[in-house]
């Protein structure tokens, strides 16, 4: 947003990056402006998530694939990755390490 690169930025592209690659949309997607104030894909998937709403956040087919427990809690770090105050923003070696804790076995 402030055009300034840093690591917390790349932390936010990330988050933007896994929320399209779950959910097939993109960060403005037309699909979007449905909703109030024309989301973007962070504002969508927050609000559905504050709705109780995470399934629609994934496209039918990874959500029926599972395990869905794993999924919602990737839709969680992505929503954590891309949150305003760049103070509770997690750096990406906390991220590697979250995705480690997710990795089903």
């Given at each position: 947003m402030t055009c300034r690169?840093?690591?917390k930025a790349d932390v936010y592209s990330y988050g933007v990056v896994?929320?399209?690659l779950i959910?097939?949309?993109k960060a403005l997607d037309p699909s979007f402006s449905s909703h109030e104030n024309g989301f973007?894909?962070?504002s969508w998937a927050c609000m559905l998530l504050r709705y109780g709403q995470a399934k629609d956040v994934f496209t039918a087919g990874l959500w029926d694939s599972g395990p869905q427990d794993d999924l919602?809690?990737?839709l969680h770090l992505a929503v954590k990755c891309t949150v305003e105050t760049l103070s509770i923003r997690p750096t990406m070696k906390q991220v590697v390490q979250q995705l480690k804790q997710i990795?089903?076995?």
């Amino acid at each position: 947003m402030t055009c300034r690169v840093s690591e917390k930025a790349d932390v936010y592209s990330y988050g933007v990056v896994l929320l399209e690659l779950i959910s097939d949309k993109k960060a403005l997607d037309p699909s979007f402006s449905s909703h109030e104030n024309g989301f973007n894909i962070v504002s969508w998937a927050c609000m559905l998530l504050r709705y109780g709403q995470a399934k629609d956040v994934f496209t039918a087919g990874l959500w029926d694939s599972g395990p869905q427990d794993d999924l919602v809690e990737m839709l969680h770090l992505a929503v954590k990755c891309t949150v305003e105050t760049l103070s509770i923003r997690p750096t990406m070696k906390q991220v590697v390490q979250q995705l480690k804790q997710i990795q089903p076995s």
